[in-house]
């Protein structure tokens, strides 16, 4: 099938690249030349493992194309799905004037029935809005919406693609419905299921989906801090409460506090839209809240591991992303703990192996170095706060010679705490009390 697919960021660039692969005809749309210009030249602008393969390799089968032609896009194109950033306003609320644009200009242009599929996260009732401006301002032919939320996690956005545990469809009409399913004909072959539903469920599919995501971090998070003060080993704990099949082991992994593009404006804005319609929605409010906090007191945790105080102490950071395989630097813990540190008089060195361009937009009189092992020299404590892989398998002999004090400060519990104290580290990490280091399992193989 003929599609457009309006937006080339994370969600847009991968769903038009996924759906060429599937064997659909795609023009990927923005309003911006200079990164239209550079997918021609089969340059990617984000950094997305795997994706610049699945572009160039239906590139060249000519089932993809880039073009800032919108009009053209719309009147050539069966489906057109919208994939443009929806991003949170002041009050928490999603943005949607990018969204309303697009639906206007299809309105405008639309030369035939059209299925218009929402990709983008959109508040509940955003269907009905783009088919009310369709009514009200299309010349005649029959817009249909439907809902079609992604559920890509940045780093492994393809493998989420071409692999989704399901896919939503939340359509008013069969037709809508097997359109979907010829679009996505590869994964209904592949008794992927779908769960076709109407719009406004579909939309809360997505915010549910997510707000429940970050009720579990969030939890976690929680359940860190008490097994510090119960001196519990949070890693066992999570363990243990996974091995339920009711739970599951998934997204209990405790930490800094959850960033990213989504899960922050996601859980804000179904907090807003319940706010809207006269509910409280106590749930998430709090996990935004545990969330700002968790984030704030990693700021203490490396100020207590150098003696309460950072003055003109050299602190060295490895990770800047919300998480590893990304560039993406939205709502990274990265950012509070930096900040908060600076305000406690530390100097700041910093590494991450893809986030560093974006990093350079976001802070001031941080020193970026090429690697862990210079951004360690000469620091008085050492910060892993975002899980690369290659910050697990550190010379740790290595970076003790060249830290001024031997002291690790692991916000991704990336290292055993026994290990560390035998390998002649301070060594504080999140949710394993200090304790636990010195009392020998008596039974766990570590
Ligand atoms: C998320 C959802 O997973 C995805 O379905 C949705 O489409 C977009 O938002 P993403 O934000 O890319 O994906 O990353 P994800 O892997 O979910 O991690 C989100 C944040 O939670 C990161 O900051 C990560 O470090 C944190 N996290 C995740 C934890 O702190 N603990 C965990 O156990 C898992």
């Known amino acids: 099938m003929d599609i457009a697919v ?3 960021g994370y969600v ?16 990927c749309v923005d309003i911006d030349q200079k990164k239209i210009d550079a997918l021609k030249q089969g340059k990617i602008p984000i950094y997305e493992p795997g994706l610049d393969k699945i572009v160039s390799r239906n590139v060249s089968d000519g089932r993809l194309q880039f073009s800032t032609d919108l009009p053209e896009a719309i009147r050539s194109s069966r489906a057109i799905f919208i994939a443009v950033g929806t991003p949170p306003k002041a009050d928490g609320s999603a943005d949607l004037r990018y969204v ?26 955003t269907g009905r809005m783009i088919e009310k401006i369709l009514t009200e301002a299309g010349n005649g032919h029959k817009g249909t919406v439907v809902s079609n939320p992604e559920f890509l996690r940045e780093g492994s956005a393809i493998e989420d693609f071409m692999k989704p545990d399901r896919v939503v469809v939340g359509a008013s009409d069969r037709e809508s419905v097997h359109l979907m399913q010829e679009i996505y004909a590869p994964l209904h072959s592949l008794e992927i299921p779908f769960v076709v539903t109407n719009v406004e469920s579909a939309e809360l599919i997505k915010y549910a989906s997510n707000g429940f995501l970050a009720t579990k971090i969030s939890f976690i998070n929680e359940i ?58 106590e ?12 984030k704030q007191r990693m ?3 490396v100020v207590d591991a150098l003696c309460g105080d950072v003055k003109g102490k050299r602190i060295a950071i490895l990770g800047l ?3 590893p395989e990304t560039d993406d630097m939205r709502d990274s813990p990265a950012i509070p703990l930096i900040n908060g540190l600076q305000q406690h008089g530390a100097s700041i060195r910093a590494y991450d192996p893809q986030a560093m361009k974006n990093a350079g937009k976001i802070f001031e009189s941080v020193t970026f170095c090429h690697d862990a092992y210079q951004t360690a020299e000469g620091a008085d404590a050492l910060v892993i706060a ?19 004090q031997p002291v690790i400060v692991d916000l991704r519990n990336v290292y055993d705490p026994r290990r560390m104290q035998s390998e002649g580290f301070t060594y504080v990490s999140v949710g394993r009390a200090d304790d636990v280091v010195k009392r020998k399992p008596l039974w766990r193989e570590r």
């Open 283 to 294: 749930i998430m409010e709090a996990v935004l809240r545990v969330n700002d906090n968790i």
């Open 299 to 301: 700021v203490g945790k």
């Open 12 to 27: 847009g660039l991968v769903t038009g690249a996924g759906l060429a692969d599937f064997g659909n005809g795609v023009i």
């Open 6 to 8: 309006i937006g080339t």
């Open 321 to 323: 992303a919300f998480k």
């Open 100 to 125: 309303e644009e697009v639906a206007r200009t299809i309105a405008r242009y639309m030369n035939g029935p059209k299925l218009i599929v929402t990709k983008s996260t959109v508040p509940i009732g």
């Open 386 to 404: 975002t899980e690369w892989n290659e910050f697990r398998s550190l010379n740790l002999e290595r970076i003790r010679k060249l830290l001024q």
């Open 224 to 281: 860190a801090v008490l097994c510090e003060l119960l001196g519990a080993d949070v890693q066992d704990v999570a363990r243990g409460m996974g091995l339920d099949t009711r739970i599951g082991p998934k997204f209990l992994q405790a930490g800094p506090g959850f960033g990213g593009s989504c899960f922050p404006k996601d859980t804000s804005a179904v907090a807003d839209i319940a706010r809207r319609y006269g509910y409280e929605f």
